[in-house]
């Protein structure tokens, strides 16, 4: 930089361009073009949601003209509004149906299965730990053609709709579990339920007693995560639907998108993302609590560990 | 190790392994197993009556018609499938490299520069993935419809003479909506990544007489490419499958992409060809895969030396 400054000086006039330039390219000043890029990028990817959100309490027909504000579209229209279109009312509950039995399944199912993997060092380990990171790099046509084509073809006992459903759900979201927990239980390493088996603990006695209390913020942190990505899923709550009664917000987004434009339909969009929001933000916040209350305590007993375990 | 602590080892591997085998099971029934049916659907037959799908369980009644379909369609005459996976190439590499370019300098920014304002920087990049991507699209739907906001603004700045129709078979509103889509899933990994680059390094760069850019070429930039190439991967496998976006956007034959025809295949009475097409995509994507392991774990034992 002393190098440009000394090249500056001798020049006697610098051009408008070259002062520009130098100005631009001022190795000391704050970056001018990043900030702007990044509001810019921000403005980009948040205003047209909030335009689609403007437009679900439009009081006219249009999603693109505003004619005054109401809350007809969300249910106030006795034949359109999303409260009493029977769709669009049972695609909402659809897609909290299908988020609800997703975190109440595939919470316990991960857990467990972040345990048994990171501990777990016998024959089959190793084949295990691979599949089970696979759905992770799986494009989801894929996972729903397979499930799909399960359904009708190998295991007819279980039928198109929520079971089938919700068993999608429930398999691409258990290794974003597997990964959080494992990330967490690595972090912890396996002093504590060993100290705990030391001083007379069953496995079972030192998990529940010494790492669950540990995990918790993993886990729900995890919680939030499957109940967003079921929330999100479109591709395979639609392979796996047996008609409009089982479809969820996305997939009704999704066929009527183009061909029944009321704002209806950015009506729903908008109450599942507050609601999504909502549960998330509370989740958050039970979070924070649970962090606060356990996360300080097993931080300090982890500085310990570290001590302890040495440069091992 | 004494012999009487032996058994009680072995016990709690049992007991370690007997947790993991609920899940393990799962992902066997639900997610391996799922894939021996697309591969025996795709080499069976279908029932000239019903319309239904035959699998072909046991190789012996293995029927290589819908390959033959396939590779008949990629190959020969019109080439129907030719274009479509050429076209699906092209899409997703462009999208990719126009993602990299949006995701790079904003994760850069906030990662590096984000400051006192970090905290809510972040929040903005993390908000799309609690916003369901069918509704990010029906934003832009409203947005791009031919009296919609787009147009007027387009209009009105004098930088069109009429309204264009953006919603009718144009690659460059499926590519944009890829882009919108996809772009924040990008941006985390390169965030998180560029977060963690050890600051002395650039020092060391600057104080040796770098320039700001010089280091960020020379250091930075190098440093993030396992980074960039998993930002990358990322994005490209869902925009692989994608069918949704071009339905949303476009929803006309001439930007119809892999993921489109496997949706065709399989709603229609071909079910085989979809199945099939869902192999061949599968395998394709595997070498995509392959070739990114490969990558990272040759940058790693370079960096490591």
Known sequence: ?312 | MPDAERPVKRRHERFWASLALPGVAWLAIFFVLPFYVIVAVSLGTVDPILQQPQPAWNPIDWNWGAYQFVFDGLFTGDKPFGHVFLRTFVYVAISVVLSLLIAYPVAYYVARHGGRWKGLLLAGLIAPFFISYLMRMLAWINLLQDDGWVNRVLVWAGILDAPRHWLDGRASSVIFGMVYGYVPFMILPLYAFLDRIDKSLLEAARDLGASRYQAFRMVTLPLSMPAILTGCVIIALPMFGDYYTPDLLSGSPRTSLIGNQINLYIHGSQIPVGAALVVVLMLVLSVLLAYYVVVTARVQRRTRE
């Open chain 1, 1 to 312: 930089m002393s190098t440009a400054t000394a090249t500056a000086t001798s020049q006697p006039a610098p051009s408008v361009l070259a002062r520009l330039r130098r100005w631009f390219a001022n190795p000391w000043g704050k970056p001018r073009f990043l900030p702007l890029f990044t509001a810019l990028y921000l403005v980009w990817s948040i205003v047209p949601i909030l335009i689609a959100i403007r437009f679900s309490f439009n009081a006219g027909r249009s999603r693109s003209t505003s004619q005054g504000w109401s809350l007809r579209w969300y249910w106030s229209d006795p034949d359109l509004s999303v409260w009493n279109d029977p769709d669009l009312r049972s695609a909402l509950f659809q897609s909290l149906r299908l988020a609800a039995i997703a975190v109440l399944i595939t919470v316990p199912l991960g857990v467990a299965l972040a345990l048994g993997l990171t501990r777990w060092r016998g024959r089959g380990a190793g084949t295990s730990r691979f599949v089970s990171l696979v759905p992770l790099v799986t494009p989801e046509i894929v996972m729903g053609v397979a499930l799909f084509l399960v359904f009708v073809n190998l295991l007819t006992f279980i039928p198109l709709g929520t079971t089938a459903q919700a068993i999608g759900h429930i398999t691409f979201s258990l290794s974003f579990v597997l990964i959080i927990v494992r990330a967490r239980l690595v972090s912890i390493g396996p002093e504590y339920e060993e100290a705990a088996q030391d001083l007379g603990a069953s496995p079972r006695q030192a998990i529940r007693m010494a790492l669950l209390p540990m995990l918790t913020p993993a886990i729900v942190a995890s919680a939030i995560i499957v109940f967003a990505i079921s929330m999100d899923d479109f591709v395979v709550s639609a392979f796996l639907s047996s008609g409009s009664t089982t479809d969820t917000v996305p997939v009704r987004i999704y066929s009527t998108g183009r061909t029944a434009p009321t704002p209806a339909l950015n009506a729903l969009a908008s109450v599942t993302l507050a609601l999504t929001l909502v549960i998330a933000a509370v989740a958050f916040v039970v979070w924070r609590i649970v962090r606060a209350r356990r996360g300080a305590g097993g931080s300090t007993l982890q500085d310990f560990a570290q001590i302890d375990a040495g440069p091992s």
